[in-house]
């Protein structure tokens, strides 16, 4: 009578700790600036989860500068990418988490469950997340790489006009 009582203690405790791959997928795409993905899988007491705030404030910071200064705001040309940057890996994040295989996702997330738990099976939410976090991730991606290098051949225009007049 006592073991069968603990092997439901367990098998309650193991599925309380689960890590659900769908889940950490959106928490990727949706709240990745704010590292509630690392929160998630890792606990709060993740490193990475705590620091990555602090390139998202700052690209929120310089989309306020240029708000403020206008469009010639240089210190702005360095702080609006990283925003774009935190978000496009993040969604890169969502990605890999969606396209990992049930089996490595328990090894690694789960190990104290069995490979046929659903907590690791590849689901439509899991799909759509990877979709939409390589739609929306490439996009801010390449507009974040256009407007730094954008702002950067502006930069060197005008800096050219002033050494030839």
């Known amino acids: 009578m006592n073991t069968s009582s603990n092997s439901s203690t367990n098998t309650t405790a193991a599925q309380a700790t689960t890590k659900n791959k769908t889940v950490a ?4 795409f949706v709240g990745g600036p704010l ?21 998202t404030a700052l690209g929120v910071y310089g989309i306020q500068r240029v708000m403020e200064y206008g469009q010639d705001d240089q210190f702005s040309w360095i702080l609006i990418p990283l925003l774009g940057f935190t978000f496009a890996g993040c969604a890169l ?15 690694r997330f789960n190990p104290q469950v069995a490979l046929d738990h ?10 759509f997340a990877i979709g939409l ?12 790489i256009a407007f ?13 006009r002033k050494i030839s007049q």
């Open 118 to 127: 659903p907590a690791g099976q590849t689901r439509w939410a899991t799909i």
């Open 25 to 28: 997928a959106w928490l990727a």
């Open 133 to 144: 976090s390589l739609l929306i991730g490439t996009t801010v991606l390449m507009a974040s």
């Open 93 to 107: 994040r969502a990605i890999l988490y969606g396209l990992m295989t049930p089996e490595k996702w328990n090894a």
């Open 35 to 55: 590292g509630l993905h690392r929160f998630y899988l890792y606990g709060l007491f993740d490193t990475l989860g705590w620091l990555l705030p602090i390139p």
């Open 148 to 160: 730094s290098f954008q702002r950067y051949f502006e930069y060197q225009i005008e800096e050219a």
